[in-house]
C-alpha cells in the first residue's frame, strides 16, 4: 500500500515562509498525480496545488497562485509545497494525497475525491 508521509509544518509569525514535504512510498505507486488541500478549523478542506509527476506540470487553486508554489524533486522522490508571505488565514492542517488521474482531473482538483491522503502537517500562523 502506499503511504504518504508529510513534514515541514510548524508555527510561523505573518509574512513568514514554510516548506512542506511530502514523501510517498513506493513513490512508483502513488499514481502521476500529486497534490495539497488544507482544512482550516471549521471548515471544509480546499485543493491548493497538484502537480502532475511526469511532465511536472503544476496547478494552482486562484486563491494559492503566486502564493505557494508546489514542485518535485524525482531523485528524492519528493513533493514540495513552499509557503510565501503567510498569513493567519493559511492555518490549516496540510494534507498531501497522490492518486492516478488525468490531466483534466488534475488540473481541475477532481484528483482529490480517488486520492490516497497523510497525515496532514500542521501550520499555524500568528
Known amino acids: 500500500d502506499v503511504q504518504l508521509v508529510e513534514s515541514g509544518g510548524g508555527s510561523v509569525q505573518a509574512g513568514g515562509s514554510l516548506r512542506l514535504s511530502c514523501a510517498a512510498s513506493?513513490?512508483?505507486?502513488?499514481?502521476?498525480?500529486i497534490g495539497w488541500t488544507r482544512q482550516a478549523p471549521g471548515k471544509e478542506r480546499e485543493a491548493v496545488t497538484s502537480i502532475l509527476i511526469g511532465g511536472g506540470m503544476r496547478y494552482y487553486t486562484d486563491d494559492f497562485r503566486g502564493h505557494f508554489i508546489i514542485s518535485q524533486d524525482k531523485a528524492k522522490k519528493m513533493v514540495y509545497l513552499q509557503m510565501f508571505n503567510l498569513k493567519p488565514e493559511d492555518t490549516a492542517m496540510y494534507y498531501c494525497?497522490?492518486?492516478?488521474?488525468?490531466?483534466?482531473?488534475?488540473?481541475?482538483?477532481?484528483?482529490?475525491?480517488?486520492?490516497?491522503w497523510g497525515q496532514g502537517t500542521q501550520v499555524t500562523v500568528s
Open positions: 494525497g497522490a492518486t492516478a488521474a488525468t490531466g483534466a482531473e488534475c488540473y481541475s482538483g477532481s484528483w482529490a475525491l480517488k486520492a490516497i
Open positions: 513506493p513513490y512508483s505507486d502513488a499514481g502521476n498525480c
